[in-house]
């Protein structure tokens, strides 16, 4: 019987050659800083903006209960993506910008590790939760909320360097 040693590598790092899922081994990689910035972004209605903006949801300060969300999202990354390791975090920011003209909130959040593995993930997962705390807030005044555009927007560090979104 073969392991996932005895095969070519799949292009697909969390798949073996025979397409089983794996946790990839970075035992061998050089720790490095790294640094990932994700975006994402939600839209709602003009007076959802104006509630949040205003400081006058019923449930209080919602950007700071979803700035508190996306840093403990980015903490716990590795506990809710089944294949991703956990890792130690050095920094975890999250920052809010109200867009008026189109009723959205935009989430940026940059992570930083000294570490063998990205830390995409976790900036990725701290804007989904934090854009879902923000839903997850205001949802009894519109339901119709909706969050979009969750990507990444640059990567520092590793074997492949430097990435940024055109």
């Not at 040693?5 to 697909?12: E, I, K, R």
């Not at 959802?48 to 969300?69: C, F, N, P, Q, S």
């Not at 294949?83 to 959040?109: G, K, Q, W, Y």
Request: proline share 5%; net charge neutral.
């Amino acid at each position: 019987m073969s392991t996932p040693h005895d095969s070519p590598p799949s292009p697909l790092t969390h798949f073996d050659a025979q397409g089983q899922a794996h946790m990839v081994d970075v035992g061998a990689k050089p720790e490095t800083h790294r640094r990932a910035t994700a975006r994402g972004r939600i839209v709602m209605q003009a007076e959802t903006l104006a509630l949040i903006r205003d400081g006058d949801a019923r449930k209080g300060d919602v950007l700071g209960v979803a700035r508190i969300a996306g840093i403990q999202a980015a903490k716990r990354t590795g506990e809710l993506i089944p294949l991703c390791h956990p890792i130690p975090l050095t920094s975890v920011s999250v920052e809010f910008r109200l867009i008026e003209p189109d009723n959205a909130i935009e989430c940026s959040v940059s992570a930083e590790t000294v570490g063998r593995t990205g830390i995409e993930m976790e900036a990725m997962t701290a804007v989904s939760v934090a854009l879902l705390t923000i839903y997850d807030m205001c949802k009894a005044v519109d339901r119709g909320m909706r969050i979009e555009g969750v990507r990444l927007v640059e990567k520092l560090g590793g074997k492949s360097g430097h990435w940024q979104a055109v």
